[in-house]
């Protein structure tokens, strides 16, 4: 059995190819971190209605982009050069797919900036705005947890991750019917207020994505698909033996 180093990865002969993987997922994480501070930005800038730090936002999704490209090279390059197997190729293919996630959630963060620089005018309705605020900490929460678990590699976190996103929909359906009775009572708030509901599916989204990085983590290292399991049945299967 090969040996493995703090962070759970298995070790090989190659220091090399060791540095290798490690990099990859240092860098991953970075633009984990990069994205989430993207959001925070994003949803304070649409609360205060500050249009300079919405447009800061959105001239940083150029830089998510090329992390995500350049992760993309190195996995390319681990691919062509060391033939991973097993776990080492489950690990690459699950970065590959993460970072993905990661530039989307980078998209959707910018949306919600570009909303901040539309809506600066916008009377901001309290009680609305406190629904959208407590979805942005339970997305921003998933986000955490999840990238953590990545860190760790915790199978059983990166599950629960999964699992909370039920709880991400229902709230993005509360924030809706709240929208959508601003616009009943005064129609002259409809285009605004349908503004920030594209802010708010944007967040749902977001959920979603944390959730695809969840279930990746998941396959890396457990050797699992559990994608399109019901959330019992995702449990279930994590408790099973893990495949190699």
């Not at 339970?138 to 990545?150: I, K, P, Q, S, T």
């Amino acid at each position: 059995m090969p040996r493995q180093d703090k962070a759970g990865l298995a070790k090989h002969t190659s220091r090399q190819f060791d540095a290798e993987l490690e990099h990859v997922r240092e860098r991953v994480l970075a633009m984990g971190g990069l994205v989430e501070q993207q959001i925070t930005d994003a949803v304070q800038a649409l609360i205060a209605g500050d249009s300079a730090q919405g447009e800061a936002v959105i001239s940083k999704d150029a830089r998510v982009n090329r992390m995500q490209v350049d992760i993309d090279e190195d996995c390319t390059r681990i691919l062509a050069l060391r033939a991973p197997q097993a776990g080492d190729l489950r690990l690459v293919l699950a970065i590959t797919k993460t970072v993905t996630d990661l530039e989307r959630i980078g998209d959707e963060a910018e949306k919600i900036g570009r909303m901040a620089t539309q809506l600066a005018s916008f009377d901001r309705p309290r009680s609305m705005f406190h629904h959208f605020e407590m979805l942005s900490k339970h997305v921003c929460g998933m986000l955490r947890d999840v990238l953590n678990a990545f860190a760790r590699l915790d199978s059983k976190a990166a599950l629960q991750v999964t699992l909370a996103d039920d709880e991400v929909d229902q709230e993005y359906e509360t924030t809706l019917r709240q929208g959508i009775t601003f616009m009943m009572e005064d129609p002259r708030t409809i285009r605004d207020v349908f503004n920030t509901l594209w802010a708010v599916k944007a967040l749902e989204r977001i959920g979603d994505h944390a959730t695809n990085i969840g279930e990746n983590v998941v396959y890396f290292v457990e050797g699992k698909d559990v994608r399109h399991l019901a959330p019992e049945e995702r449990e279930q299967e994590l408790a099973e033996p893990r495949r190699r």
